[in-house]
């Protein structure tokens, strides 16, 4: 499978074309709205949430709330736009709004793709490299991935994400009882934590950087129950799982790094306190003891959950601004900003979620016959039965 994503965070609308999703799968819009809301939400974010209610239209590929097997096209539309129109239109400028329009945006932020997007493209106006830059396109990406949890959720595999640091506020509550509970109460929390007392100590880490006109980052965790064993490769390099699932967390915007099950923990224990011990049970087939690998080993699913974890460096946008250069005059400034999100880990959180899901997704298609959905349905639970009976 595959997406494309366009659309600027000013413009009038985001689009995604997914191409590879089997026909007859059932998808409607308020699977795909249901998951736009939860992105929205978040303790930290700043006023632009409050002017956008995202929601999708199916334009392509469904017929009866059933994919076609044709490309399926998801746009979503940017209320900011019409405050947008004269900056962001798409017609030449004509001479009385040049004057208004003109002013460029000539002083790349710290930390935003600004200047190596100009040094790349040669625009003399960062406007265009911030526009698509912006995490504005994760709105799609997520759209894209709400087609994929659909896809997974049919086939008994569940996706679910939470916050477990912000800021250096960690939560200590990493137990839960089923995925199911996990999803009940980080939808309730602000900052989508398991551990309420964290939680508060999150909000108080956002209030108080917000207050110094600061920022701060955190780090989530995905995890995924259901998938069937030796999903991924060994074999090629560009299909191992792990490194598929790695890419797509770190393409989130403002995420440097990632971790599967025990992470960087690894590095500093001995191997038989890192691999988990392989069993068997007439029920369950094979199975680990532990889940300290978080579900990966040699570029596959071992059927065991998987869990990996992301971090996102704090927003780089500051209220108290940061030194950067005038690329016009090179004459040194001061960045002053009208709007930013203070932390953005909450939201986030449901970013990785669906990209991660989108993988997986895309993993499972490529690997078993997937023209049709039922089809696909029976080779994966033929494959479930397989190892079992192994
Ligand atoms: C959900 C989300 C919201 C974000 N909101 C902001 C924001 O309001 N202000 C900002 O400066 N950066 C924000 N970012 C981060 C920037 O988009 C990101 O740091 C920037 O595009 C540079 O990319 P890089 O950090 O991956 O190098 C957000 C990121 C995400 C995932
Ligand atoms: C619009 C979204 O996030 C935006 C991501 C973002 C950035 O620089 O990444 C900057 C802010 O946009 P604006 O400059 O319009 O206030 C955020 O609001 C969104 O998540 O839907």
């Given at each position: 499978m595959r997406y494309l994503t366009s659309g600027e965070s000013h413009g009038p609308q985001l689009t995604t074309i997914i191409e590879g999703l089997p026909a007859g799968m059932p998808l409607i819009d308020s699977d795909i709205n249901e998951e736009l809301a939860r992105r929205q939400k978040g303790y930290g974010r700043g006023r632009r949430m409050q002017i956008e209610k995202d929601t999708v239209q199916i334009t392509a590929g469904i017929r009866h709330g059933y994919t076609l097997g044709s490309p399926v096209a998801l746009v979503v539309e940017n209320n900011d736009w019409k405050h947008w129109t004269k900056i962001m239109g798409q017609d030449p400028l004509s001479p009385e709004d040049e004057g208004e329009v003109?002013?460029?945006?000539?002083r790349p932020r710290p930390g935003h793709a600004d200047l190596n997007g100009a040094l790349k493209y040669g625009h003399r106006d960062m406007r265009n490299v911030l526009e698509r830059s912006s995490a504005r396109e994760t709105t799609v990406r997520v759209a894209a991935g709400a087609a994929a949890k659909k896809l997974l959720s049919e086939l008994g595999i569940e996706v679910a994400a939470h916050v477990i640091e912000i800021g250096g506020v960690v939560s200590s509550k990493r137990d839960y009882s089923s995925l199911k509970e996990l999803k009940e109460i980080t939808e309730e929390s602000p900052v989508r934590c398991l551990d309420q007392n964290a939680g508060q100590k999150m909000m108080d880490a956002i209030d108080s950087a917000k207050e110094n006109g600061d920022s701060i980052g955190g780090v989530v965790e995905v995890i995924v129950e259901g998938m069937p064993p030796g999903v991924g490769s060994y074999v090629h390099y560009d299909r191992k799982l792990d490194s598929k699932l790695a890419g797509a967390m770190v393409s989130i915007n403002a995420f440097k790094g990632v971790e599967f099950g025990i992470g960087f923990e690894a590095a500093r224990k001995p191997g038989s306190e890192v691999h988990d011990e392989i069993t068997w049970d007439p029920e369950k087939g094979y199975y680990r003891k532990t889940n300290r690998l978080g579900g990966l080993e040699g570029g596959m699913t071992t059927g065991m959950p998987i869990v990996v974890r992301g971090v996102m460096k704090p927003i780089p946008t500051l209220y108290k601004p940061l030194q950067s250069v005038d690329i016009e005059t090179k004459e040194p400034f001061s960045a002053s900003i009208e709007r930013s999100d203070s932390c953005a880990v909450p939201a986030a959180a449901v970013v990785a979620e669906n990209v991660i899901a989108w993988e997986l997704a895309s993993a499972i298609v490529d690997q078993f016959y997937s023209d049709r959905f039922e089809a696909l349905k029976a080779s994966v639970e033929q494959q479930r039965k397989f190892a079992r009976e192994f």
């Amino acid at each position: 499978m595959r997406y494309l994503t366009s659309g600027e965070s000013h413009g009038p609308q985001l689009t995604t074309i997914i191409e590879g999703l089997p026909a007859g799968m059932p998808l409607i819009d308020s699977d795909i709205n249901e998951e736009l809301a939860r992105r929205q939400k978040g303790y930290g974010r700043g006023r632009r949430m409050q002017i956008e209610k995202d929601t999708v239209q199916i334009t392509a590929g469904i017929r009866h709330g059933y994919t076609l097997g044709s490309p399926v096209a998801l746009v979503v539309e940017n209320n900011d736009w019409k405050h947008w129109t004269k900056i962001m239109g798409q017609d030449p400028l004509s001479p009385e709004d040049e004057g208004e329009v003109k002013r460029k945006i000539s002083r790349p932020r710290p930390g935003h793709a600004d200047l190596n997007g100009a040094l790349k493209y040669g625009h003399r106006d960062m406007r265009n490299v911030l526009e698509r830059s912006s995490a504005r396109e994760t709105t799609v990406r997520v759209a894209a991935g709400a087609a994929a949890k659909k896809l997974l959720s049919e086939l008994g595999i569940e996706v679910a994400a939470h916050v477990i640091e912000i800021g250096g506020v960690v939560s200590s509550k990493r137990d839960y009882s089923s995925l199911k509970e996990l999803k009940e109460i980080t939808e309730e929390s602000p900052v989508r934590c398991l551990d309420q007392n964290a939680g508060q100590k999150m909000m108080d880490a956002i209030d108080s950087a917000k207050e110094n006109g600061d920022s701060i980052g955190g780090v989530v965790e995905v995890i995924v129950e259901g998938m069937p064993p030796g999903v991924g490769s060994y074999v090629h390099y560009d299909r191992k799982l792990d490194s598929k699932l790695a890419g797509a967390m770190v393409s989130i915007n403002a995420f440097k790094g990632v971790e599967f099950g025990i992470g960087f923990e690894a590095a500093r224990k001995p191997g038989s306190e890192v691999h988990d011990e392989i069993t068997w049970d007439p029920e369950k087939g094979y199975y680990r003891k532990t889940n300290r690998l978080g579900g990966l080993e040699g570029g596959m699913t071992t059927g065991m959950p998987i869990v990996v974890r992301g971090v996102m460096k704090p927003i780089p946008t500051l209220y108290k601004p940061l030194q950067s250069v005038d690329i016009e005059t090179k004459e040194p400034f001061s960045a002053s900003i009208e709007r930013s999100d203070s932390c953005a880990v909450p939201a986030a959180a449901v970013v990785a979620e669906n990209v991660i899901a989108w993988e997986l997704a895309s993993a499972i298609v490529d690997q078993f016959y997937s023209d049709r959905f039922e089809a696909l349905k029976a080779s994966v639970e033929q494959q479930r039965k397989f190892a079992r009976e192994f």
